[in-house]
């Protein structure tokens, strides 16, 4: 399943200083002409912004996670449970997004 999110790149714009009443920044997506989130501070906002990118990155990791088993195989039992327990948080993270939990 995918994430049927505002299509990347989400840019951010600051106006003024960002930090005080006469600035302020925003997230936009230029792809969509509309605003993600407004008057953040700037901080959030590139978290923000970054979002698309950060999904699409944990659903390639989730990806090798689950289909190298001949890396999974040849791990040791302490190696394996770490490797399950990353890719638990993974999953999490992706089922938030995805709006699975």
Do not use: C
């Not at 698309?52 to 990806?63: G, H, N, Q, T, W």
């Amino acid at each position: 399943m995918t994430s049927k999110h505002t299509p990347g790149p989400w840019d951010v714009r600051t106006w003024g200083d960002g930090s005080s009443e006469d600035g302020f920044t925003n997230v936009v997506s230029d792809t969509e002409q509309i605003h993600i989130a407004s008057d953040v501070l700037e901080e959030n906002a590139r978290l923000i912004a970054a979002a698309p990118d950060l999904y699409e990155a944990l659903k390639r990791l989730e990806y090798w996670f689950d289909t190298d088993q001949e890396i999974i195989d040849a791990m040791n039992t302490d190696e394996r449970a770490d490797h399950m327990r990353q890719a638990g948080i993974i999953r999490a993270a992706l089922n938030k997004v995805e709006g699975k939990t």
